[in-house]
């Protein structure tokens, strides 16, 4: 049973391409993240969105479009990728405000672009 | 914003040997969380301190919170290989905004 689930697990692509990242939770969660983590694994939060409507947005470059069909699932979107789009992106979920804020972290997706 | 300090970058004990990792930050962290990750793993959430001078124990791994809220640590006694990973500490903010230290990477030589 599978908490947080991305697809997919690796992602080769090159320059100037536009690529999607798939994610889904079934643990019941009202709010979803994702986290860029470089290759010093770093980890950065780059969205959060609460039952379909975003609530974070650190400075992402506005190639990255998140979008959240129901608050099951929250996808990546980005446009004409970059070298330095190269990282390993984290989806994680939530359910903050009931005294558990740990945040459940999906496996990765590896995003090479060459 | 708000920035946290997490320091040593690396450390290599030999099993059965302690390890220390320490967060600290110029501003008032308001809900520590320390995760675990393996290599070529996710993170794995481990904790939450809240109140200030907290501690909290997990077997062999001690967390403590600073008095004045600007500090925290994580302690594993007697190191084993399973203990493996990253150890990241991160500040929930508001909006559950999770600000990450750098993370400290632990290997324990068998």
């Known amino acids: 049973d599978t908490a947080v689930s991305q697809t997919p697990k690796y992602l080769v692509t090159q320059m100037g391409n536009d690529k999607s990242i798939k994610c889904e939770q079934n643990?019941?969660?009202?709010?979803m993240y994702w986290y860029k983590q470089d290759s010093k694994k770093f980890l950065k939060i780059m969205f959060s969105?609460?039952?379909?409507?975003?609530?974070i947005n650190e400075t992402v470059p506005n190639r990255f479009s998140p979008k959240s069909p129901d608050k099951a699932h929250l996808n990546l979107h980005i446009n004409s990728l970059e070298l330095g789009d190269s990282a390993v992106y984290f989806c994680?979920?939530?359910?903050?405000?009931?005294?558990?804020?740990?945040?459940?972290f999906g496996p990765g997706t590896r995003l090479t672009v060459t | 914003g708000q920035q946290v300090m997490q320091i040593p970058q690396y450390q290599h004990v030999q099993e059965g040997e302690d390890f220390t990792t320490y967060c600290n930050s110029s501003t008032t962290l308001s809900n520590i969380q320390w995760y675990k990750q393996r290599p070529g793993g996710h993170p794995v959430f481990l904790i939450q301190?809240?109140?200030?001078?907290e501690v909290k124990k997990q077997k062999r791994l001690t967390f403590q919170f600073g008095e004045a809220k600007k500090n925290s640590s994580l302690h594993i006694t007697a190191t084993q290989t399973t203990d493996v990973g990253t150890y990241f500490c991160?500040?929930?903010?508001?909006?559950?905004?999770?600000?990450f230290g750098a993370g400290t990477i632990l290997r324990v030589k068998s």
């Open positions: 301190l809240v109140k200030s001078g």
């Open positions: 643990l019941g969660h009202d709010t």
């Open positions: 969105y609460n039952n379909k409507e975003l609530i």
């Open positions: 994680a979920s939530s359910r903050p405000g009931q005294g558990f804020d740990e945040q459940y």
């Open positions: 991160a500040d929930l903010e508001y909006g559950n905004k999770l600000v």
